[in-house]
Every structure is written in C-alpha cells, then in structure tokens.
C-alpha cells in the first residue's frame, strides 16, 4: 500500500455527509474504502507488483462526465481527472460512440503496413490546430513515448546527441523521458544508470526562485560550462510543469530559450501531455506565449485516457529520421484515434477552452481567499484551469509540507472530492478536474476543498 496516502474513513463521518449531500452530486454509502474495494485492493495485493502503489482507497465501478461512482455505490467528484486525461470527462458519450463504432469496424493493422484514413484525419486536424506553420504528425500510445520521439526526431534533424531539460520537469519514466525527468523519489531513486547526454538547467519559479532572468543566464551559461551549444538537439520545457507542481513559464523566460534555440539551431520541443487540450484556456498553453515551438508532445487528454499521444512539429524536423526509424507496432491505435476526433469536436462544441478559464478564474478567486485566512497557503498559481495551491510550514521560511497536503487530500475524499497532489516536494495539491464540471459540482466540491483545508489546518 502506498503509505504516502491512503484513505481511512469512519462509518460515522460518511453517514453524516450522506445524510446532508443527499441533493448533491457526493452520495457517500459506506465508509472508505467500502466493503466491496477493499476485498479487491486486498486480492490486489497478492497479484500485483508492490510498485504499483494505490494513491486512492477506492475500486470505481463507473465514470460519468465529473464523477465516480465505486463499487461500493459511493458517489464523487473527481478533480484528479485521470491524471490529465479527462478533459472531456469521463465516458463522454460523443466519444465513446466514436470508439465503438471503430472497435466494430477493426481494432488494428499498424498504420505503416495497411494504413487507415482516421490516422491522416488526425494528423490533419491537429497540424491545423498546433500553432506551427506547415507542420506535419506521428502518433505513438504514452506520454513518454511521445518525449522519446520528439528527441529522435530533433536527433536526426540536427545530427546532435545532446538534450537539455529542466530541474521540477516529468516527462516520463522509459529510460530517456526518465533521464530527463527531474525528481529523485519516487521515480529515479536505484533505477540509473540513465541516458547519457541529458543536462539539466533550474527552471524559473516565481515563488521560490530563481526569478526568469536567473533562470535564463543559467541556461546561457550551460552552454559554456556543460554542454557545447552545437551538440544540443533539444530543449525540452513544459510551459506550466505538471509533475513538478504547477509552475509557469514565465514569457520572458519561454521568448529566451526560443531565441537561444534560433541562435544555435536546437529544436525547441514544448511538452504539452499535461498542460494540452484546453487545459489552460487554450487548446495548447504554448498559444498563450506566441512562441512557435519546433515540436510540440501531446497525450493524455487527446483521447479521454484512451492510449494515444502524438508529436506535431515543423515538417523539416518530422521529415529528418530514415524510413521507418520512427514507429512502433501499436502507434497511432485507431480506436484511440477515432475518440481523439471526437474529443477534438467535444472540445470546440462545448467551448471548452472558454469553459477552462471561467473555472479557473472561479477556482483561484476562491483559493486566494484560503491564501488570505491560511499563511500555510504559500502559494496559489496556474494557467487557466491547471491551477495548484502550494502548502508550507511558515510562509517566511516556505519549508514545504508535504504532510498537511495530505491531510487535506485525505479530509477531501473522506468528504467526497478527489484531488491529487504534485509538485517536487509533494506538498502542492492540483486541479486536473474535467472541463465539462458543471456550476453546481464546482460549487459543491470547492465547499469540500475548502472545509478540508479549514479541518486540516486549524486542527
Ligand atoms: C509533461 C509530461 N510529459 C510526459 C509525461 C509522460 O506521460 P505518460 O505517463 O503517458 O508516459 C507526463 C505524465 O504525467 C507529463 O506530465
């Protein structure tokens, strides 16, 4: 069991909220986890590798837009939004009707040996959509794998090994995206050696430093200290860090590595598998820089945790590798692809970028309102509807505390709203709730979020 977080509900607490939800999206039935989700988490931990840890103690049985509903008929709002991947929420029926008419008609072939019109329809869409001009896409099934390429890619355009990254940055967990990935425990703690020619540079970060004129002479300077600038083949930089807690690129930083990657012909890749799909207010977050990044890595959200992700670049880059350098038995599934056109359309008919800033602007208001009665708030920041607050001990000191971000996790769910924490000390919690929330459960599960922070920090 993963000891960082686990949920352990009195009956008593459940009855009570129940009782009062009774009219409210949250209908909570047992305690948790409930009867039925701990008989499987039990039989769990006998068949499945200890790694793969449970952040939440419970089982779903359904997902509806929002909401979860668990085995044990407990009903919540989720704001963990399967990572990122439910922008759409969960089983949006526009989407699902989309995947099963394609699952009927074939499940596979490998676009490279038959291929099939849903891939080129795909590419067509999104290279409409990415604010690159004349650019071209390949798609492959994870986050990681998507990272993985884009370096391949920026390797054969440029004929250079190296690869620049970002200290706070996730870009994956296969050896190269985890090379780049930038945060020892849990994820790279006895797992090296790594990939050899990856540098890492400080990311700029408003509350805790470095400022984005730091940030950017360090860049600078690693290219005398580190890493000779014309053997780097990519920057890879996440506009808003997901993982690494929600922090922004500030624009002056973001203009800077795209003037040094012009200076010295370094594919300037933006990772959006977080940050993309109109999670931002944007379809991509890098359209709110201006910038035009080289290559841009999307997943997640693009086909509602189907899996799917893909990179969309400068069709010089996409170009470069030789014939079938770049593939993959399972790439560009097009049952997955077939819901990636549907999310495209559940996205642009549902204004669901628009929809992301409304959110947002509701959900910070009411966080800085925290921020002003809680010291422990030390922060509240984000892009759109990726916003995060940060916890700490003493806002002087800002020592962060991992510790009462989970108390108040922990205090959220026990009352019916899942959220999830991130950041590289822990100790921030993350909005990653579908777009498609409605007033009165934004309503609802801001009310649980804000008396979970009050139980947990005047306790
Ligand atoms: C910015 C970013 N890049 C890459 C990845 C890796 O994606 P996946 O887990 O699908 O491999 C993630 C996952 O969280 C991410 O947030």
């Known amino acids: 069991m993963n000891t960082d977080y ?3 509900t009195t009956a008593g607490r459940c009855a009570i909220v129940g009782s009062m939800a009774t009219t409210k999206t949250i209908e909570l039935r047992t305690e948790i986890p409930g009867p039925r989700s701990r008989e499987i988490l039990e039989r769990k931990e006998r068949v499945v590798a200890d790694p793969l840890s449970i952040y939440l103690e419970l089982v779903i049985e359904r997902g509806r837009g929002a909401t ?10 989720d704001f963990t939004g399967g990572v990122g991947c439910l922008n759409v929420g969960h089983s949006h029926p526009r989407v699902v009707e989309a995947a099963q008419e394609q699952l009927e008609r074939f499940s596979h072939t490998d676009f490279t040996i038959i291929p099939y019109e849903t891939y080129v329809t795909l590419a067509e869409r999104l290279c409409d959509l990415a604010p690159i001009e004349n650019a071209k896409a390949g798609f492959f099934n994870a986050g990681t794998e ?7 890619f920026a390797r054969a355009y440029t004929a250079r090994p190296a690869v620049i990254g970002f200290e706070g940055g996730f870009h994956g967990r296969t050896l190269l995206s985890l090379s780049l990935t930038s945060k020892t425990h849990p994820y790279k703690a006895g797992l090296g050696p790594f990939a050899p020619e990856v540098y890492r540079v400080p990311f700029p970060n408003d509350y805790r ?11 600078e300077r690693a290219l005398v200290t ?12 996440e506009p808003v860090q997901g993982e690494g807690g929600f922090v922004v690129a500030p624009q002056e930083f973001m203009d800077g590595v795209r003037r040094l990657c012009d200076e010295h012909g370094i594919v300037m890749v933006v990772d959006e598998v977080q940050t993309g799909f109109g999670r931002t207010g944007k379809m991509f977050a890098i359209e709110h820089y201006g910038v035009e990044p080289d290559l841009i890595t999307v997943a997640k959200s693009i086909a509602m945790g189907l899996p799917l992700s893909g990179v969309i670049g400068k069709a010089e880059i996409m170009d470069a590798p030789g014939d079938s350098a770049i593939g993959g038995t399972y790439v560009g599934n097009p049952v997955a692809q077939a819901a990636a056109l549907a999310v495209l359309d559940v996205i642009g008919e549902e204004d669901l970028c ?3 800033s409304v959110l947002g602007e509701t959900m910070r208001a009411r ?6 009665r809680f010291p422990q708030i030390g922060d509240v920041r984000g892009l759109g509807a990726m916003l995060a607050v940060e916890l700490v001990r003493d806002p002087a000191t800002k020592e962060p505390d991992a510790d009462i971000a989970t108390a108040i996790v922990e205090e959220a769910a026990r009352n019916g709203l899942l959220l999830l924490k991130s950041g590289i000390y822990s100790n921030c919690i993350r909005v990653l709730s579908p777009l498609t929330l409605t007033d009165a459960e934004l309503d609802e599960a801001l009310g649980v979020w804000e008396q979970a922070v009050e139980t947990a920090l005047t306790a």
């Open 6 to 8: 686990s949920l352990c």
């Open 354 to 356: 628009a929809r992301a």
């Open 367 to 372: 966080m800085e309102s925290w921020q002003e």
């Open 226 to 237: 580190q890493v000779a600038a014309e053997t780097v083949a990519a920057i890879v930089i």
């Open 209 to 219: 430093g470095p400022d984005w004129k730091t940030a950017l002479e360090a860049l």
């Open 68 to 77: 979860i509903t668990d085995v044990d008929g407990n009903t919540f709002i």
């Open 146 to 152: 998507a990272v993985e390429n884009a370096i391949k």
